[in-house]
């Protein structure tokens, strides 16, 4: 079973006109993606985290416009943070399970990448936090400056969610390309 997978896999590599990306996951990795816990941990932590962001612009908006609520911004700032910290923790994980990399696999290279700069953006906000080293409005912008940043992150990896369906949609429409043409023959 596992050699017709490969083979069928290597078919629709032959398949993918020149110039094409290659598939997000290998089908072992696939399996492996589909078959652990940390895939399920990511998919909830996920809207977790951008529900947090959500509330979290909200105050920090509202302190910047009211000059109020300026400890309920900092704090869900905070927890924002800790969501962040989370979510790259597991996924970490899911990306040593997945790829064998705790970090910077292949497929998700820049994704990491970009997201070094986000936790560098949340860090910093807690550092400015926790040492006064920037006025209350100061920390507000700079955590609207992780925020962005976070927007851009997040959106990277919804676009790799829609590529790696987009990949798993045309494996399955090869493989039952493959097996029509095996029983046709």
Same mark, same amino acid.
């Given at each position: 079973m596992l050699n017709q997978v490969a083979s069928t896999a290597a078919r629709s590599d032959s398949l993918r006109?020149?110039?094409?990306r290659p598939p997000l996951? *290998?089908?072992?990795e696939r399996?492996?993606?589909?078959?652990? !816990? $940390? &895939?399920?941990?990511?998919? =909830?932590?996920?809207?977790?985290?951008? =529900?947090?962001?959500?509330?979290?612009?909200?105050?920090?908006?509202?302190?910047? $416009? &009211?000059?109020q609520g300026e400890q309920?911004?900092? =704090?869900? !700032?905070?927890?924002k943070t800790l969501t962040?910290? &989370?979510?790259?923790? *597991?996924?970490?994980? $899911?990306?040593?399970?997945?790829?064998?990399r705790w970090l910077f696999a292949p497929a998700f290279y820049w994704e990491d990448m970009f997201s070094m700069g986000v936790l560098a953006l949340h860090t910093a906000y807690v550092y400015a936090w926790t040492t006064g080293a920037l006025s209350s409005p100061?920390?507000? $912008? =700079?955590?609207?400056?992780?925020?962005?940043?976070?927007?851009?992150?997040?959106?990277?990896?919804?676009w790799k969610l829609r590529m790696a369906r987009l990949d798993h949609a045309a494996s399955l429409a090869s493989a039952s390309a493959t097996t029509t043409a095996g029983v046709c023959a």
């Amino acid at each position: 079973m596992l050699n017709q997978v490969a083979s069928t896999a290597a078919r629709s590599d032959s398949l993918r006109p020149a110039g094409a990306r290659p598939p997000l996951y *290998t089908p072992q990795e696939r399996a492996r993606r589909d078959a652990s !816990v $940390w &895939t399920l941990v990511q998919g =909830l932590l996920a809207p977790i985290q951008f =529900l947090v962001f959500l509330i979290s612009l909200g105050l920090v908006l509202r302190y910047l $416009w &009211t000059g109020q609520g300026e400890q309920a911004a900092a =704090l869900s !700032v905070l927890v924002k943070t800790l969501t962040l910290y &989370t979510i790259m923790i *597991t996924g970490c994980i $899911w990306e040593k399970v997945v790829f064998d990399r705790w970090l910077f696999a292949p497929a998700f290279y820049w994704e990491d990448m970009f997201s070094m700069g986000v936790l560098a953006l949340h860090t910093a906000y807690v550092y400015a936090w926790t040492t006064g080293a920037l006025s209350s409005p100061q920390q507000m $912008w =700079l955590a609207l400056a992780a925020y962005s940043a976070y927007l851009i992150n997040a959106a990277q990896f919804i676009w790799k969610l829609r590529m790696a369906r987009l990949d798993h949609a045309a494996s399955l429409a090869s493989a039952s390309a493959t097996t029509t043409a095996g029983v046709c023959a």
